[in-house]
């Protein structure tokens, strides 16, 4: 492996794991009630007048960061890519942020 490489794969892992740790720590303040994570109602507030919070933009960025890291290499994250699936659901039957952000939780602990 050349050095290009092993930083690059260093950088990449290193961006997972503050996404993982970003992302659960979003996904038990949404579970709690407050929206935002999923950006289900970002088009109601394009300002974000309402909903503000700052620190839901990050893990929709580093999953899309690390969409685009993985792909060069033919791989992908299992949990980034649930995340922005979740993320890019927005029928009307889709379950509230809230619920999303438990759902997912519990996935997570099954996996553990």
Known sequence: MSKKTRIKQ??????????QTLLLSCL?????????????NSHLDPEERYWRWPEA????????EIRIERSHDGK?????????????????NT???PQLASQLL????EQV
């Open 106 to 109: 519990d996935e997570l602990q």
């Open 57 to 64: 933009k990050h893990p929709r960025e580093f999953a899309a």
């Open 95 to 97: 379950l509230g942020e």
């Open 10 to 19: 260093e950088r990449l892992e290193a961006m997972e794991s503050e996404f």
């Open 28 to 40: 038990a303040e949404c579970a709690k009630g407050r929206y935002g994570l999923f950006g289900q």
């Open 76 to 92: 992908m994250n299992p949990l980034s890519e649930r995340f922005l699936q979740l993320c890019a659901a927005k029928d009307p």
